[in-house]
């Protein structure tokens, strides 16, 4: 089993800033791809970036130049640095882990609320 526990969610207004942070834990042997979805209320799961272990990472078009993917493989960790937070950026933020011979976790989600 893999356990995500996320971090970092809050309410922000609208130009501020956040860091979301999961760690992943358990019987972790490689790590894939480390993410972040999100899902607004009333609307589908959507990706908003990721990261590989090689470093390759891809964002959703509505975040691109705004916010950042990185992380930390030594410690398990992905973190998400959003700036310049809209209020369309609200939602529920989920930690997505996928492993190299196929298994994915999720993480129990953070919210996120940015108020205009």
């Known amino acids: 089993q893999v356990q995500l526990v996320e971090s970092g969610g809050g309410l922000v207004q609208a130009g501020g800033s956040l860091r979301l942070s999961c760690v992943a834990s358990g019987s972790i042997f490689s790590i894939r791809t480390m993410g972040w979805y999100r899902q607004a209320p009333g609307k589908q799961r959507e990706l908003v970036a990721a990261a590989t272990s090689g470093g390759t990472t891809n964002y959703a078009d509505s975040v691109k130049g705004r916010f950042t993917i990185s992380r930390d493989n030594a410690k398990n960790t992905v973190y998400l640095q959003m700036n310049s937070l809209k209020p369309e950026d609200t939602a529920v933020y989920y930690c997505?882990?996928?492993?190299?011979?196929?298994?994915?976790?999720w993480g129990q989600g953070t919210q996120v609320t940015v108020s205009s």
């Open positions: 997505n882990v996928v492993l190299r011979v196929g298994s994915m976790y």
